[in-house]
């Protein structure tokens, strides 16, 4: 079963633009984690979000949490095109059983 | 440091065949997790192991669907027999125990004609 429920499905920007994908759950987390998939590949862990924090930054990537509406955005600032890729979120109750969202295909144009 | 290894990274099959995968994990990580990703879905979970015992398998097709990780190590995954919607990517990831960052290895693409 899917947990989390991303939009948009895809989403193609120009480069040097910002990037924002949403991930919506079902029911209350431990944390939140978003990773990166390239074509063919595996997942790539990008950042990790606690149940107990709004908001928190790595490099070009800012991640926020609302609890009460069960939702996070990712937001890739100043998108290059090698973040062509597809975005997870996943959810963990607190069992490190983690549950991943259907995706977000970002394409970023040079 | 080494990462998460599986094997094959293709598999071509007939319905009704058997076929298995095989993983191990980055050493020294206790927990181990299948996952099953249909294409343009996300992953789902099959199994998680901690060590060698099963943590949860509750969406394991166990009529036809098992894995073993006997030495806490290594793992095999195997689906007997193969189904046209078993068609997919077989993903193994691995963490620390007690850590929440898991580490995903390339995966085994599989086809079932």
């Known amino acids: 079963s899917q947990q989390g429920e991303e939009d948009p499905q895809a989403l193609s920007i120009q480069e040097g633009e910002n990037a924002t994908m949403n991930c919506s759950y079902k029911?209350?987390?431990?944390?939140l984690q978003w990773y990166r998939q390239n074509s063919g590949r595996g997942l790539v862990h990008l950042i990790l979000?606690?149940?107990?924090?709004r908001e928190k930054h790595s490099g070009r990537l800012r991640v926020t949490l609302d609890t009460s509406k069960k939702s996070s955005s990712l937001l890739i600032t100043a998108s290059r095109a090698a973040d062509t890729a597809s975005y997870f979120c996943a959810t963990d109750s607190g069992t490190y059983k983690y549950i991943f969202g259907t995706g977000t295909r970002l394409k970023v144009l040079a | 440091e080494a990462g998460v290894a599986q094997s094959p990274r293709y598999k071509i099959i007939e319905k009704r065949q058997s076929v298995a995968f095989w993983c191990n994990p980055i050493?020294?990580?206790?927990?181990l997790y299948w996952y099953q990703q249909i294409l343009g879905q996300g992953p789902k979970l099959l199994i998680q192991?901690?060590?060698?015992?099963?943590?949860?398998d509750s969406q394991l097709p166990k009529d036809r669907f098992s894995a073993e990780r006997l030495k806490g190590v290594d793992s095999t995954l195997k689906i007997q027999p193969a189904k046209l919607e078993d068609s997919a990517v077989y993903l193994c990831a691995s963490s620390l125990q007690g850590a929440e960052k898991l580490f995903f290895g390339s995966g085994t693409q599989l086809s079932v004609l």
């Open positions: 192991f901690q060590n060698n015992g099963v943590v949860d």
């Open positions: 029911t209350s987390i431990n944390n």
């Open positions: 050493s020294g990580h206790a927990t």
């Open positions: 979000i606690r149940s107990n924090e």
